[in-house]
């Protein structure tokens, strides 16, 4: 989202967590060293902000930041949409969406755009 809000000035970015063979062996590595006298820290931090707009907050790019991204660029890349239909697009790219049966189009709202209580309640 805040990619999306900044007209791609912020570029989202990925966490993930992998235990491998090579980071097995770099501990077993380190380890030894400890043993051998060597002055080595067995455990480090990894920080990340995880974060969430309100729900019906429009994220498109920020006029504030115009000076920082390419109005043109990030008006076709980075379409007008609300924080829940960004949430519902990265929830859909993985897998992770609730199945929806379906949520009535009422004074302007449509399924898109409303909220996420909406949405799993309809699913029950």
């Known amino acids: ?7 791609g000035y912020v570029l989202a970015g990925y ?9 097995k062996a770099a501990l077993e590595k380190a380890r030894q060293e400890i043993q051998e006298g060597k002055n080595r820290v067995l455990w480090r931090v990894s920080s990340t902000l995880f974060s969430h707009i309100r729900y019906d907050v429009d994220l498109s790019p920020m006029p504030e930041m115009v000076g920082f991204y390419d109005e043109a660029e990030a008006k ?6 609300t924080a829940h239909e960004k949430l519902m697009e ?5 897998n992770l969406a609730p199945a929806v049966k379906s949520v009535a189009n009422t004074e302007g709202v449509s399924a898109e755009s409303s909220s996420l ?8």
Request: glycine residues 2%; aromatic residues 8%; charged residues 20%.
């Open 1 to 7: 989202m805040f990619e999306h809000i900044t007209g």
């Open 15 to 23: 966490h993930e967590v992998m235990y491998t063979e090579a980071t």
């Open 76 to 81: 076709a890349k980075y379409r007008k949409m």
């Open 90 to 94: 990265e929830l859909t790219a993985i």
């Open 117 to 124: 209580a909406q949405q799993m309640v309809s699913t029950m």
